[in-house]
Each structure stands twice: as structure tokens, then as C-alpha cells.
């Protein structure tokens, strides 16, 4: 608790004002600039200024996080995304706010780095698609998640090699 003068205020006791609400999402007076952005954010398409060539884009987010839906603890990762274009790449502002959104959502580490693919599959429908997960240790376990576009031609090969 901090007096500033007066009675003692708890900074944790925060009543929220709502501002409005858009697309669904609520906004609230207290938030800043970058908060409101991250609860505004929708990827971004931008047509593909070279479709005549195969070329690949590599994206690395290294402060991704999201919160276990068991506990509640944070979980930290690098996101690491892949591709190869065809008629249309992510505006890079767009998927940076994109994936800070999920820093107040209980997600598992497997259903984020799907859900990152899912959204970009769908939006972009490039040739080529890679997303990797690579989750910080907790508790002593280290995850890493990788779904890819070649992903059924993998696990074929891994089940091969299990027998």
C-alpha cells in the first residue's frame, strides 16, 4: 500500500472505467497507448511485391508470452515463424501487437504456437509455413512446438522411425 498524503491507496484495487468498446474487445481509460494497440490488433495482410519468385521470410519474436491455464504463471517463449510467400506477406507492426495479445490469455504451449499457425495459414496461404514455439524451462521442462505446412509428411516420418 502507498500514501500519497492521504488515506492508503491499494494499487492492486484499480476500478476500471470503460472507454468503449471495439471489435468485441473492451478498452478502459487507465490503459496506455501500447495496451489499447494490443487489444486492437488484427494481422495485417500487404500484397507480395515479388510473387514471381520463392523467396523466404524469417520472423522471430524472442518476448512472446501467454499464461499456463492450469496455474496461471507466466510462460515466456521465442516464436520463430517461416515462409515463403505467395500472394501475400504480414505487415510486421501488425503481427508484433497480433502476438502480444496473448500475454493475458491461458493458453498451453501446443494451442498457441497451433493457433499462431492456424491464423496465418488462413490469412497469408502462403507456399510454405513454419512455426516454432520454443517455450523458456518451468519447473525443470523445456518445451518446443514446431507445426509446419510439411507437418503430415513429418509425422509420417516419425512414426517410421518409433517402430
Not at 512472446?64 to 506477406?89: E, M, W
Not at 495479445?101 to 496465418?120: D, G, K, M, Y
Not at 513454419?130 to 523445456?142: A, L, Q, T, Y
Request: hydrophobic share 35%.
Amino acid at each position: 500500500m502507498k500514501c500519497y498524503g492521504g488515506d492508503p491507496i491499494n494499487i492492486f484495487d484499480v476500478k476500471e472505467t470503460v472507454l468503449y468498446k471495439q471489435e468485441g474487445r473492451m478498452l478502459h481509460s487507465h490503459m496506455k497507448y501500447g495496451e489499447k494497440a494490443v487489444a486492437r490488433a488484427v494481422l495485417e495482410v500487404w500484397k507480395n511485391p515479388n510473387m514471381e519468385r520463392d523467396y523466404e521470410i524469417c520472423i522471430s519474436f524472442p518476448e512472446f508470452t501467454c499464461l499456463c491455464p492450469r496455474s496461471g504463471y507466466p510462460d515466456f517463449a521465442t516464436i520463430s515463424i517461416r515462409y515463403v510467400p505467395d500472394k501475400r506477406i504480414v505487415e510486421l507492426k501488425s503481427i508484433k501487437l497480433y502476438l502480444n495479445a496473448f500475454r493475458e490469455v491461458h493458453i498451453s504451449h501446443e494451442e498457441a504456437t497451433n493457433r499462431i499457425f492456424a491464423e496465418l495459414q488462413k490469412k497469408l496461404k502462403p507456399r510454405f509455413l513454419e512455426v516454432i514455439g520454443d517455450f523458456n524451462p518451468r519447473g525443470n521442462v523445456k518445451t518446443v512446438v514446431r507445426v509446419s505446412s510439411e507437418g503430415n509428411r513429418l509425422s509420417q516420418k516419425t512414426i517410421r522411425n518409433r517402430r
